[in-house]
């Protein structure tokens, strides 16, 4: 596979190298092509994350949402008991 590359990123690519911050330019590519997949990871976290949040805040709208303190209190409740 061949790739075009635009001045610009050419430049960039030579400045990295020139700098040493990688060793050849399949270095920088493999740490390119990570940080591509850790990003659409946190892409798709970030969608489900978005999901729950509507999801929750339908419940919220129809009433039928559970108060935070009522649970971290029956949460401490059952804390309480297991300690016992």
């Known amino acids: 596979m061949q790739i075009a590359l635009k001045p610009e990123q050419e430049n960039f690519i030579r400045k990295k190298l020139k700098d040493g911050k990688y060793q050849n330019v399949d270095n ?3 740490f390119a092509f990570q ?5 659409e ?3 798709q976290k970030l969608i489900e994350l978005q999901k729950k949040i ?3 805040t ?3 709208r129809r009433c039928d949402a559970v108060d935070g303190e009522l ?14």
């Open 41 to 43: 990871i946190k892409q």
């Open 71 to 84: 649970v971290f209190q029956q949460f401490q409740d059952k804390l309480a008991q297991i300690a016992i």
């Open 58 to 60: 339908e419940q919220i």
């Open 54 to 56: 509507a999801e929750g």
């Open 28 to 30: 920088l590519l493999n």
């Open 35 to 39: 940080l591509v997949e850790e990003y």
